[in-house]
């Protein structure tokens, strides 16, 4: 039978990788490229999916933000005109800040919900709930 000290660095040796960043919630990139005078976009699926939120409710966002046209073609997004990265990027740090981060602890453990019209943000840590703007 092992001894305490073999199975603890046993245990240990087998916890996954720690990350070195202290943030645990990172909002990837987007990732896509210009095709003449439409851009298009590869991962707003995943970024909708890691930051807990409808692709189409970010989609919209952005689409009102940017003041493009644009649609979903399967996996990928097609906007109507060339929109820079670093501004795609910004809108959706945007978002984030008012969709998905919680305005009085900060966490990002919330979820949108609709309650008789009114679309709200209940924070899932704290149990705070505040109204969120229609988009």
Same mark, same amino acid.
């Given at each position: ?27 990837? =990139? /987007? !990732? ?12 707003? %699926?995943?970024?909708? $999916?890691? +930051? ?38 910004? =809108? /959706? !740090? ?12 900060? %966490?990002?453990?919330? $979820?949108? +919900? ?22």
């Amino acid at each position: 039978m092992d001894d305490y000290e073999s199975l603890l660095n046993k245990a240990e040796e087998e916890l996954p990788e720690r990350g070195l960043g202290t943030e645990r919630f990172v909002v990837e =990139k /987007i !990732k896509g490229h210009l095709e003449g005078n439409k851009t298009i976009l590869i991962n707003l %699926k995943k970024i909708a $999916k890691d +930051i807990g939120r409808e692709e189409n409710h970010l989609l919209k966002y952005l689409l009102r933000e940017l003041a493009t046209p644009g649609k979903w073609d399967g996996e990928r997004v097609i906007f109507g005109t060339k929109v820079a990265a670093s501004a795609i990027n910004k =809108k /959706i !740090k945007k978002y984030v800040s008012e969709f998905v981060y919680c305005s009085e602890c900060s %966490k990002p453990d919330t $979820k949108l +919900i609709e309650e008789k019209g009114v679309t709200y943000l209940r924070c899932l840590a704290c149990g705070s709930k505040k109204p969120v703007k229609n988009i």
